[in-house]
């Protein structure tokens, strides 16, 4: 088992930075790949991004590519989601997920955290 706990979620303005963390427990930490997903009410989990076990390998999806950073710290057992010039349609409820296996379909992942919700005013 892991389990994961998120922070760093808020309200900020459109432009704003926000860093959002994960931080793990429970099982080794470092063999995991990790990813970040979010939420609107009414509609489906949606891929943000994700890095593999060394960090070495991220993806991300068009949506944030070029605004969003993933990265881990497995020293700290810590995932990070760096996220600058928001957006409106960026508010959601942001969960970070592990799994054993390297994946950005949001169905293969097996530990979830309890999420956090990020509001972005216009």
């Known amino acids: 088992q892991v389990q994961l706990v998120e922070s760093g979620g808020g309200l900020v303005q459109a432009g704003d930075s926000l860093t959002l963390s994960c931080a793990a427990s429970?099982?080794?930490?470092?063999?995991?790949?990790l990813g970040w997903f979010r939420q609107i009410p009414g509609k489906e989990r949606e891929f943000v991004a994700a890095t593999n076990w060394s960090g070495d390998r991220t993806d991300y999806a068009e949506s944030v590519k070029d605004r969003f950073t993933i990265s881990r710290d497995n020293a700290k057992n810590t995932v990070y989601l760096q996220m600058n010039s928001l957006k409106p349609e960026d508010t959601a409820v942001y969960y970070c997920a592990a799994n054993w296996y390297y994946n950005v379909n949001v169905n293969r992942y097996a530990y979830w955290g309890q999420g956090t919700q990020v509001t972005v005013s216009s």
């Open positions: 429970g099982r080794t930490f470092t063999g995991y790949a």
